[in-house]
Nanobody, 115 residues
């Protein structure tokens, strides 16, 4: 079955960086787009970044454009989210996602930006 496992979250100071990873299994990773979402308690889940199956095209939420970079390694069945210049408002649980008939989600990884 489809499995998505995120890692790399943690506590970081404002202005710092983190790199999230999402290891995928149970499907042909290289033919599906991948997404990163985030959700803060009390708020709706927000689409942060998207990458096409081949990695040739990416899209970002306006709030992270120029600071975050999504990438993928199809040989490793892994998608990444490099987050630079982090702000307190980036604090959230970050989820890996793909759409294969329905949405599949990982368990999420907590990112906390605080001094």
């Amino acid at each position: 079955q489809v499995q998505l496992v995120e890692s790399g979250g943690g506590l970081v100071q404002p202005g710092g960086s983190l790199r999230l990873s999402c290891a995928a299994s149970g499907f042909i990773f290289s033919i599906f787009a991948m997404n990163w979402y985030r959700q803060d308690p009390g708020k709706e889940r927000e689409l942060v970044a998207t990458i096409t199956a081949g990695g040739g095209s990416t899209n970002y939420a306006d709030s992270v454009k120029g600071r975050f970079t999504i990438s993928r390694d199809n040989a490793k069945n892994t998608v990444y989210l490099q987050m630079n210049s982090l702000k307190p408002e980036d604090t959230a649980v970050y989820y890996c996602n793909t759409l294969i008939g329905r949405h599949y989600w990982g368990q999420g990884t907590q990112v906390t930006v605080s001094s």
